[in-house]
Structure formats: C-alpha cells, structure tokens
C-alpha cells in the first residue's frame, strides 16, 4: 500500500512537471538545437568539430512575439513546414524582395514573410519555395545557449547583398 | 512574544497565500495544456461556411491531435490560422489534399469559369462550404500543412442543433 502512495505522489508530481513544463515552453521559450550549415556563418560555424566531433548549436527560441506577430528585419526563426527550419526573416508584407538567381522582383503579400539561410550555398529557403505565411513562423532566436564558448545574443542584421534597395 | 506571534501568523498566512497561487497556477497550466493539445472551443461566426453552421454564431469543439498524426482527411472540417492574416483563425472544409486535382469555379457569382488546380506537397486545399462569400483557397491557394490548428467534431451551441459534424 505503501509503495503505491509513493508512486502515486511520484506519477503526480511528474504530472505537474510535465504541465508547467509544457506550458512555459510554449507560451514563454524553449530550447532547440540548430542541425546542418543552412545558417552556417551565425550557428554551427564549423561543419566538423573537434576531433571529428559534430557540435551542433542549442538556441533559445522565445515565443512571447506569437502573442502578436511582430517581427521586425533580421530576425532569425524556426519556421514549421512539416519539419522545422531556422532562418532570418529578409522581407516583411508589402516589400519588394529581389529573388536571387534571377532577376525577379516581387511583393510580399499580406500576412507573408520572405526567409532566407544565412549560407546561400547550401539552404533551402525562400528563394525554393517561397514567401512563407507569418502563421508557420514558431518563435524567434534570440539567444545562443550551448556549446559554452559561443554563449552569447544572435543579433539582427540583414545581408550586405539582400539590403532594402527597393 | 508579541513579535514573534506575529511573525509566525505573518508566515502561515504567506504560505497560504503561496499554497492557492500554486493552485490558480497548476489550473491554468493545464488550461493551456488541454487548449492546445486535446481539444478547445471555439466561437465560429461568418456566412461562409452556411449550409453546415449558422451566420450567427456557434460554438464548435475541436480536437488537436489528429492534425498532429497526420489524419486529417478529405471533407474534414479544420480550423486553420488565415495565410492573410495569422492572428485570425477560419474555419473551413478540406476540399483536397496533397496530390490531388481540385476544380473549383473562380467567381459562382458572376460567371462559370472553372479551373484546376494540383495541390503541391504538404499542403491542402481548403473550401468555405458557401461558395459565393467565402474567402478560401480559391483566393489565395493551397494552404502549408503546418497551419492547419486543429479539427472541428462537435457542435455544442445552439443546444438544439448539439451533435457531431460528420462529412
């Protein structure tokens, strides 16, 4: 009978772990880690560690700007397309984006975003598939959290090459 | 002694207070918990889904697991975030999945041009089930998988219209 009580108090007190757990990861932040070299020069600098070792970034993506869905420039994001991507916001609704490759231009529509890979060699973004809905968009990077010599901010910035010409 | 009373009845009170905070949180967590992941209510309102729910209003139940296993299917009702706008959220009917060919009439108002379009992967197409107000895939496309929010199964008001929402 003993035993039981003990389980129970466990299984309960996992339970509310688990919900507080949840919730904070959702409404607050939560932690990820960044695989492949489609942000190359800003997370996972070095495609072969030490030792042949792959160290691959965790990032803190906070969720407080779902609340309202204000993004600004620059900023780097986890979008969902059935897998998550992270990339850098280039072009918000209304601008005129130039696609790269071609010589293109075009215009975000409404609600929209233009994202791109920091590494133009080797991602997959916007310039494949599109302007993606803000509604994707899962939560900004806004901290670097492991491994521990690259603690520190992401900073917003956008490309020399991709500045807002038009 | 007056003093420590007094501070022992300060801590007993305190603990209390934390006690019940702890509660309202605990409860508030699993608010949460359930809204996003099994299953919240919402107030649908707008004519473009007529003949299934009413201009006026209703409360509709919906379920947030099924999209999250991939099973939601052809003539499902889903609560997606607009493209247009993602603080909004539209319900409408899945008219097509990934793969498939839709034919839909561009304007039932005015004219009976029909086109047809394939949905490309890992998106669906959604329809109002009003085709002449409703502002759905044949305005702006095929919408992404991933905002799809959950998949409406219950009406529960008005009460004498409660029951599920089949195909």
């Known amino acids: 009978m003993a035993t039981r009580n003990v389980l129970w108090n466990y299984s309960k007190k996992i339970f509310t772990f688990g919900l507080i757990g949840l919730t904070a990861s959702d409404s607050l932040a939560s932690i990820s880690v960044v695989r492949g070299a489609s942000m190359s020069p800003t997370f996972n600098p070095s495609t072969s560690g030490f030792m042949g070792l792959r160290t691959d970034d965790c990032v803190l993506v906070e969720k407080t700007c779902l609340v309202k869905y204000k993004f600004s420039h620059g900023d780097v994001l986890p979008s969902n397309h059935k897998e998550k991507h992270i990339k850098r916001i280039i072009a918000l609704p209304g601008d005129w984006i130039g696609i790269r490759h071609c010589s293109d231009v075009r215009r975000i529509p409404e609600g929209h975003c233009w994202v791109e890979g920091d590494n133009p060699s080797s991602s997959m973004d916007s310039n494949s598939f599109g302007p993606i809905p803000l509604g994707l968009v899962k939560g900004r990077v806004t901290h670097i959290v492991w491994p521990p010599q690259r603690i520190g901010a992401v900073e917003k910035r956008i490309p020399s090459d991709r500045g807002q010409a038009f | 002694m007056g003093v420590l009373n007094y501070m022992s009845q300060w801590r007993s009170l305190a603990k209390e207070a934390m006690d019940r905070t702890a509660i309202v949180a605990k409860f508030l967590c699993l608010l949460h918990v359930t809204n996003t ?10 004519p473009s889904m007529l003949p299934t729910l009413n201009v006026t209003g209703d409360v509709v139940l919906a379920e947030h697991v099924s999209h999250r296993l991939g099973k939601v299917g052809l003539g499902d009702l889903v609560l997606v975030r607009s493209p247009g706008d993602p603080k909004k959220t539209v319900t409408k009917r899945v008219v097509g999945m990934e793969g498939d060919k839709v034919s839909f009439f561009v ?13 490309p992967k890992g998106h669906v197409w959604i329809q109002g089930d009003n085709a002449y107000v409703s502002n759905d ?18 009406r529960v008001w008005p009460l004498d219209s409660i029951g599920f929402l089949g195909e």
């Open chain 2, 137 to 154: 895939s044949r305005h702006f496309g095929p919408v992404p998988y991933g905002l799809i929010q959950g998949k409406v199964f219950l």
């Open chain 2, 107 to 119: 304007d039932p108002m005015s004219s009976d041009i029909c086109r047809t379009a394939v949905v």
């Open chain 2, 37 to 46: 992941y099994v299953c919240s209510s919402t107030l649908v309102y707008g």
